[in-house]
């Protein structure tokens, strides 16, 4: 009973405590992130000033500043995957070839000649490779479906370009970990889609399906996950929306005909 009263009278004078300082109680509400509109508001840099390192290649030029491809990919997000990831993979890369027969060829030619047990050659000539091929296949206000050859050959290889896109869609899902999604010739002229794990792509020597890429879509974790979290089929959705098929049309174009 004595330790009730206690309690009691302590409670009360704190209350007049709090009154004679004219202090308030503050209420405590749980502010939510910021949606991924609401984070593409703020431009950090542009991509005109990253700049890899003296050597034999040198970054492509993103075509587009990093608010452009909002919302479907943020500004944050292009900025770090283009100024940090795209930016060590050329630099890896140029380190990697100095001084070997492989320093003056294009990167194509070290893709097809690498030997797929240098892991250092092997991932940064294909991250080089497989993300300036990935920025090229986006475009600001783009989309839509291809028209011309490439949409005959859709048609003709898949039987539309819906089943094109339900396939395409599903081989990126069921990419497990990192790696990446393609649509590409293979060595008889015909349009294929597969994926690869890791900076894997089809002109390597050990790739399943071997062929020319046309499209790509990086299914790395850097690429999607500040703007989707786990929800990656939602990036790859947006991903339909920032397609260049103009620029898809001209890497089918520049591939020989059989």
């Known amino acids: 009973m ?3 009263f206690l309690l009691i009278l302590i409670s009360f004078l704190l209350i007049i405590s709090l009154s004679c300082n004219n202090k308030k109680l503050i209420e405590v509400v749980e502010v939510p992130l910021p949606n991924t509109a609401e984070q593409t508001t703020t431009i950090i840099g542009s991509p005109d000033d990253v700049r890899a390192n003296e050597g034999s290649f040198q970054m492509e030029k993103l075509p587009y500043t990093y608010d452009a491809l909002a919302p479907s990919i943020s500004s944050t997000t292009l900025e770090m995957h283009y100024s940090k990831h795209y930016l060590t993979y050329t630099n890896n890369l140029n380190k990697a070839v100095l ?3 492989l320093e003056n060829l294009t990167i194509e030619e070290v893709l097809t000649k690498l030997d797929p047990n240098v892991a250092a050659l092997r991932n940064n000539a ?7 091929l990935y920025w090229k296949c986006m475009a600001p206000k783009a989309g839509g479906q291809p028209t011309n050859s490439l949409a005959e050959a859709i048609t003709r290889d898949f039987g539309s370009f819906e089943n094109f896109t339900t396939l395409f869609k599903d081989e990126a899902t069921k990419q497990f970990g990192s790696g990446w999604a393609w649509l590409l010739v293979d060595r008889t002229g015909k349009l294929q889609v597969t994926n690869t794990s890791n900076q894997d792509n089809p002109l390597m020597r050990n790739a399943l399906v071997s062929g020319t890429p046309l499209l790509a879509l990086d299914l790395w974790e850097h690429a999607y ?12 959705d947006g991903f339909f ?8 049309q001209e890497n089918y174009d520049a591939v020989p005909k059989k």
């Open 2 to 4: 004595k330790n009730k």
């Open 99 to 101: 001084g070997t027969p």
């Open 126 to 132: 294909g991250g080089f490779y497989n993300h300036s």
């Open 225 to 236: 996950y500040l703007d989707y979290q786990y929800r990656r089929k939602n990036y790859i």
């Open 241 to 248: 929306n920032v397609i260049n098929w103009k620029k898809v």
